[in-house]
């Protein structure tokens, strides 16, 4: 079965510092990748996807996400972060095979300092 | 805007009770899913719909059933309410297949059951 790892549960970070939240997911086929966003009282919405073609993909407010097939990887980053970036990260994962399932990471919490 | 209304945002219930959350979608999309969201779980699919009257057991479908009676309503059932099933219910529909198609999530309708 797929399942998708994000590394770190609680992120805390000061305003203007850079951010990298690690994904990792488990199947090797053709894999489509998302990053959801859920900020605090709202509900989740698409941050960035990535189905084909160049590896690095961009994202809304400033998020960007870099495919790596080699190491089953999908890290969400952001150069400087800011006190609204406050929120749940969750990396998913499709894989053809297993229709239309998608299967979520467990989340990451990022607090951001102002 | 895609809009994806959940009937209800708290509920409480009593253990044993039989328990209706219903979700709406404005937007013709074929796929409608229910997640339950727990801390440091992430999401999880109990059940998925790809048209209507279909149905697809997700991953903790247990304890639960759905109906899909018409393309823009998918309701959650659970036939006899359990403490362990106090957690928060995501909604979501996508357009055709998920392995492409971005998920729109509705608010969540927290339930407790006591």
């Known amino acids: 079965a797929q399942s998708v790892s994000q590394h770190n549960h609680h992120v805390i970070l000061s305003e203007a510092a850079s951010l990298e939240l690690g994904c990792n997911y488990s199947y090797g086929g053709t894999v489509n990748l998302f990053w959801y966003v859920q900020y605090p009282g709202q509900h989740l919405q698409l941050l960035l996807k990535?189905?084909?073609?160049?590896?690095l993909v961009k994202g809304i407010k400033g998020f960007e996400a870099e495919f790596i097939k080699s190491k089953f990887s999908f890290n969400l980053r952001k150069p400087s972060v800011q006190w609204s970036d406050t929120a749940e990260y969750f990396c998913?994962?499709?894989?053809?095979?297993?229709?239309?399932?998608?299967?979520f990471g467990a989340g990451t919490i990022l607090r951001v300092k102002s | 805007d895609v809009k994806v209304t959940q009937s209800s945002r708290y509920l409480v219930k009593r253990t044993g009770e039989k328990v209706f959350l219903e979700c709406v979608q404005d937007?013709?999309?074929?796929?409608m899913f229910w997640y339950r969201q727990d801390p440091g779980l992430g999401l999880r699919l109990i059940y998925f719909s790809y048209d209507v009257k279909m149905k697809e057991k997700g991953d903790i479908p247990e304890g639960y059933s759905v109906s899909r009676e018409k393309k823009e309503r998918f309701s959650l059932i659970l036939e006899s309410a359990s403490t362990n099933q106090t957690s928060m219910y995501l909604c979501?529909?996508?357009?055709?297949?998920?392995?492409?198609?971005?998920?729109?999530f509705g608010n969540g309708t927290r339930l407790t059951v006591t």
């Open positions: 998913a994962v499709n894989a053809v095979e297993y229709g239309n399932k998608l299967v």
């Open positions: 979501a529909s996508g357009q055709g297949s998920s392995y492409n198609s971005p998920l729109h």
């Open positions: 937007m013709d999309h074929e796929n």
């Open positions: 990535y189905f084909s073609g160049d590896p």
